[in-house]
């Protein structure tokens, strides 16, 4: 998570890597919307820090992060970072 000063909390993830992370684990399916307008439906498989690999009607597709725009979960989810 994100603290107010911006700076990552000591899980090492940021909110992206944790709202990623959510949809991945729960194999939500989202619509990822891409800068040129285009609108995908898929579930995110994985993602590192310049990608996303999802299945889109089982076909995998590598998605590269500067060409998203949004990603929006088709159902709410709860992005809180987890310690262990």
Excluded at 7 to 18: A, E, K, R, T, V
Excluded at 32 to 53: E, G, P, R
Aim: net charge positive; charged share 10%; proline share 1%.
């Amino acid at each position: 998570m994100v603290n107010q000063g911006g700076s990552q909390q000591s899980s090492g993830q940021g909110i992206q890597g944790l709202f990623l992370n959510g949809a991945r684990r729960h194999q939500l399916v989202a619509t990822i919307q891409l800068m040129h307008a285009t609108c995908v439906d898929a579930v995110i498989k994985n993602f590192d820090c310049f990608s996303i690999v999802v299945d889109q009607g089982g076909c995998d597709q590598l998605i590269f992060k500067h060409a998203l725009a949004m990603i929006r979960p088709a159902n709410a989810m709860r992005v809180t970072a987890q310690t262990t």
